[in-house]
């Protein structure tokens, strides 16, 4: 509403200038039709008549549905516009967030909600292991870089999507996770196995990853026990 508001004095206006020049259309109209077209077909005065009468309400309402397009059309755009315009804005102030969240962020997102890494507790385990099930699963979709390189090399390489079958022979590397770790680099949260190498840089769904924290990651704290405890 506020933008159909703020275009109303506008097309009052354009409407006047177009009610000036349709009637300037519509005498030149009845003009022509009473001289050229009445002489060339050889109309009867009655049916002039007829045709100059219809003409005369055909004519505003042709100029009418233009005026009405050419409004909407304006109005569309105007949406656009701003639309763009505060989305612009947002993301300048920091308020449009990617459509992917690295690990690092989600472990702060668990933190916030009650997960506990500092030792002696082993939650941050629980948490990769969680991941790695929900990645096997499906429920998550888990990106990250290919480990073939080293240094900046790799951090170019591009994020990709880590198939679901990955996850049955690799494990997260939750050591950089924990709060002792002293690091914050995303790039040192890998996937790894035995044989092969795998992922690093590790990345989820933002939106799915967040509600995945909160219905179901929870679930899995304390499977995984301190050596020497036994129940």
Same mark, same amino acid.
């Given at each position: 509403?506020r933008?159909?508001?703020?275009?109303?004095?506008t097309?009052?206006?354009?409407?006047?200038v177009?009610?000036?020049?349709?009637?300037?259309?519509?005498?030149?109209?009845?003009?022509?039709?009473?001289?050229?077209?009445?002489?060339?077909?050889?109309?009867?005065?009655?049916?002039?008549?007829?045709?100059?009468?219809?003409?005369?309400?055909?004519?505003?309402?042709?100029?009418?549905?233009?005026?009405?397009?050419?409004?909407h059309?304006?109005?569309?755009r105007?949406?656009?516009?701003?639309?763009?315009?505060?989305?612009?804005?947002?993301?300048?102030?920091?308020? /449009?967030?990617?459509?992917?969240?690295?690990?690092?962020?989600?472990?702060?997102?668990?933190?916030?909600?009650?997960?506990?890494?500092i030792?002696?507790?082993?939650?941050?385990?629980?948490?990769?292991?969680?991941?790695?099930?929900?990645?096997?699963?499906?429920?998550?979709?888990?990106?990250?870089?290919?480990?073939?390189?080293f240094?900046?090399?790799?951090?170019?390489?591009?994020?990709?999507?880590?198939?679901?079958?990955?996850?049955?022979? /690799?494990?997260?590397?939750?050591v950089?996770?924990?709060?002792e770790?002293?690091?914050?680099? /995303?790039?040192?949260?890998?996937?790894?196995?035995?044989?092969?190498?795998?992922?690093?840089?590790?990345?989820v769904?933002?939106?799915?990853?967040?509600?995945?924290?909160?219905?179901?990651?929870?679930?899995?704290?304390?499977? /995984?026990?301190?050596?020497g405890?036994?129940?």
């Amino acid at each position: 509403m506020r933008i159909t508001w703020k275009a109303l004095p506008t097309t009052l206006l354009l409407a006047g200038v177009f009610h000036l020049s349709l009637k300037l259309v519509e005498d030149a109209v009845i003009s022509w039709i009473n001289g050229q077209i009445a002489d060339q077909l050889g109309l009867t005065a009655p049916t002039v008549a007829v045709v100059v009468e219809t003409a005369s309400y055909a004519v505003p309402i042709i100029a009418a549905a233009a005026i009405l397009a050419a409004y909407h059309y304006w109005i569309s755009r105007s949406q656009v516009a701003l639309s763009a315009s505060a989305y612009t804005d947002t993301e300048r102030a920091g308020g /449009n967030k990617s459509r992917l969240m690295t690990i690092v962020e989600l472990r702060n997102e668990a933190k916030s909600a009650g997960w506990n890494f500092i030792d002696p507790s082993i939650q941050i385990l629980d948490l990769a292991d969680a991941l790695r099930e929900a990645g096997s699963l499906g429920d998550l979709v888990i990106f990250g870089r290919k480990d073939q390189m080293f240094g900046d090399l790799q951090r170019r390489q591009p994020l990709v999507e880590i198939p679901a079958t990955h996850w049955s022979e /690799n494990w997260i590397n939750a050591v950089f996770l924990t709060d002792e770790s002293g690091r914050d680099d /995303n790039y040192d949260v890998r996937s790894y196995s035995v044989d092969t190498k795998g992922f690093c840089d590790l990345h989820v769904e933002r939106q799915q990853a967040l509600k995945w924290l909160r219905l179901e990651a929870s679930l899995h704290i304390g499977r /995984n026990r301190p050596r020497g405890k036994l129940a």
